[in-house]
């Protein structure tokens, strides 16, 4: 069955402070993996995606993250978060073709001066 | 290009009535999709349309819910009646690929806030 766990509901970090968020995924085929945000009261924007090659995925913003297979993960990171990048982040995994995405529960990242 | 555009962005009701949403995909996307927001929760399909033809609707109350892609471009979403538990966002999405072709990405619209009271 397919599923993503984010298993951290809300993270705090100073601003300029380096950044991971976490997700975990199963998937029973080769997954495609997708980091979306969302402002409050805004739709989802495509952070970053993963479809292939190499593990390491640039994105928009500064963050990046890497595709682990061994792990079953693929963790977002930042090194340095603007008060900017408040928001809440999800994971996604989906398959070839138009098929469905699955999403995790989100993590909610506060920025605090 | 212009994004997925959706209206209302806002909708309160009493259980019971009904409420309709609308979502313009962006020009050329082939794939539609309907997604509920529940609080605290990540986005979950409702359905998926491929042009003007359901591709997946599963997960949809269709008791309840019902939508439609006349034409294969816009799309309309339907509650009735409706429910307290279906106080949520709805997001639209589209993409411009279909079935089989390759790796998907989808662009959201600003979703529709719906409050039943």
């Known amino acids: 069955a397919q599923s993503v766990t984010q298993p951290d509901i809300h993270i705090t970090v100073s601003e300029g402070a380096s950044l991971e968020l976490r997700c975990n995924y199963s998937?029973?085929?080769?997954?495609?993996l997708f980091w979306y945000v969302q402002s409050p009261g805004q739709g989802l924007q495509l952070l970053l995606k993963?479809?292939?090659?190499?593990?390491l995925v640039q994105g928009i913003k500064g963050f990046e993250a890497e595709f682990k297979r061994s792990q079953s993960s693929f963790n977002l990171r930042k090194p340095s978060v603007h008060w900017s990048d408040a928001a809440e982040y999800f994971c996604?995994?989906?398959?070839?073709?138009?098929?469905?995405?699955?999403f995790g529960t989100g993590t909610r990242l506060t920025v605090i001066p | 290009e212009a994004g997925v555009a959706q209206s209302p962005r806002y909708k309160i009701i009493e259980k019971r009535q009904s409420v309709a949403f609308w979502c313009n995909p962006i020009?050329?996307?082939?794939?539609l999709y309907w997604y509920q927001q529940i609080l605290g929760q990540g986005p979950k399909l409702l359905i998926q349309?491929?042009?003007?033809?359901?591709?997946?609707d599963s997960q949809l109350p269709k008791d309840r819910f019902s939508a439609e892609r006349l034409k294969g471009v816009d799309s309309t979403l339907k509650i009735q009646p409706a429910k307290l538990e279906d106080s949520a966002v709805y997001l639209c999405a589209s993409s411009p690929f279909t079935t089989l072709s390759g790796a998907n990405v989808l662009t959201f619209g600003a979703g529709s806030r719906l409050t039943v009271l």
């Open positions: 349309f491929q042009n003007n033809g359901v591709v997946d």
């Open positions: 998937y029973g085929a080769t997954p495609y």
């Open positions: 020009s050329g996307h082939a794939t």
């Open positions: 996604a995994v989906g398959g070839r073709g138009a098929n469905n995405l699955f």
């Open positions: 993963y479809f292939s090659g190499d593990t």
